[in-house]
């Protein structure tokens, strides 16, 4: 027995009529996008079989890694330091303003590449250390992040004395 295209069942044909689409009213509640409506543990599943790309820590990248001694007043940034790394670095900076020390080392030789969010972070742990009345001192920066300091004119608040890259002559 053939199907009926006007019979419309859960597992039948849909039935397409002319003219405005649906209305959400009172009597017709709206309908939440597809992604809205996932519970918030479920994953969107990969269209038509193709995997999905491997990213993060399963894909080989590099993590950052912030370590913190409060004994010695010496934060140790390595990896890259990117967007993902700057919340880690700023609820460091909330234990530095905690602690007793006035000044601190950031030890920057770990570093394997910043980019405009990192030395944003940077930027923004420098001067909530200054609202507080602590100093931060960078030790250990390479030459390409020295110079965006220096461009900055930031290098004789941030860097060590004497590791500030020689003037161009």
């Known amino acids: 027995m053939a199907a009926d295209p006007a019979e419309t069942t859960s597992a039948g044909p849909s039935v ?13 509640p709206r309908r939440l996008p597809a992604a809205r409506r996932r519970g918030a543990g479920e994953s969107a599943r990969p269209s038509r079989g ?3 790309p491997v990213t993060g820590a399963a894909a080989g990248a590099v993590e950052s890694v912030v370590h913190l001694d409060l ?21 460091a900076v909330s234990a ?30 420098y001067h909530r250390t200054l609202r507080h009345g602590r100093r931060i001192t960078l ?13 900055l004119r930031l290098d004789r608040h941030l860097l060590q004395e004497g590791s500030a890259p020689p003037d161009p002559g």
């Open 16 to 28: 397409v009529r002319p003219g405005p689409g649906p209305v959400p009213g009172p009597d017709r």
């Open 50 to 52: 193709r995997p999905r």
């Open 71 to 91: 004994v010695t007043g010496r934060l140790t940034l390595t990896g890259p330091l990117d967007a993902r790394a700057t919340s880690a670095l700023h609820d």
């Open 96 to 125: 530095i303003l905690r602690a007793p020390h006035p000044s601190w080392t950031v030890d920057v030789s770990g570093l394997t590449g910043i980019d405009e969010a990192g030395l944003r972070g940077l930027l923004a742990a």
């Open 139 to 151: 030790h250990g920066a390479s030459p390409p992040l020295r110079r965006v300091l220096v461009r």
